[in-house]
């Protein structure tokens, strides 16, 4: 059960042990670089076994990632992805991984704004 993957590892957990709702595991198993950490390793059927996934809740949950330092403080997405990236070093999957995802990560924090910005002004209006 154990891929090494913690997104995959962590959607089976919730699947396998904890019994949860099936769109939630797929939400974990697709979180922020999961998709292309999961072409890295070979994983693809894998990850499949979650899919597919509901775009906004993806988006969603990446946003929440990217928002968020390692010990839950408020930060920049740009700044984020440079944490990560740094932590991990160029020889690592998941350094090859965020930065293949890195463009397609920014666009789903931005959409996630944006739907932000329409809901506000929605109530405001």
Do not use: N
């Not at 330092?69 to 700044?79: E, I, K, N, R």
């Not at 932590?87 to 789903?108: I, N, T």
């Amino acid at each position: 059960m154990d891929t090494g993957q913690h997104m995959i590892d962590g959607a089976r957990y919730l699947r396998d042990v904890v019994g949860a709702d099936p769109q939630l595991c797929s939400i974990v198993a697709f979180h922020t670089s999961s998709l292309w950490e999961a072409s890295e390793l070979g994983l693809a059927d894998a990850l499949a076994e979650f899919g597919p996934a509901e775009p906004e809740l993806i988006d969603a949950i990446t946003y929440c990632d990217l928002t968020s330092s390692p010990v839950g403080d408020l930060v920049d997405p740009a700044h984020r992805l440079v944490e990560v990236l740094e932590r991990y070093g160029p020889d690592h999957v998941v350094f090859r991984a965020v930065s293949a995802a890195r463009p397609e990560l920014l666009k789903r924090v931005d959409r996630v704004r944006e739907r932000q910005a329409e809901a506000l002004a929605a109530r405001l209006s």
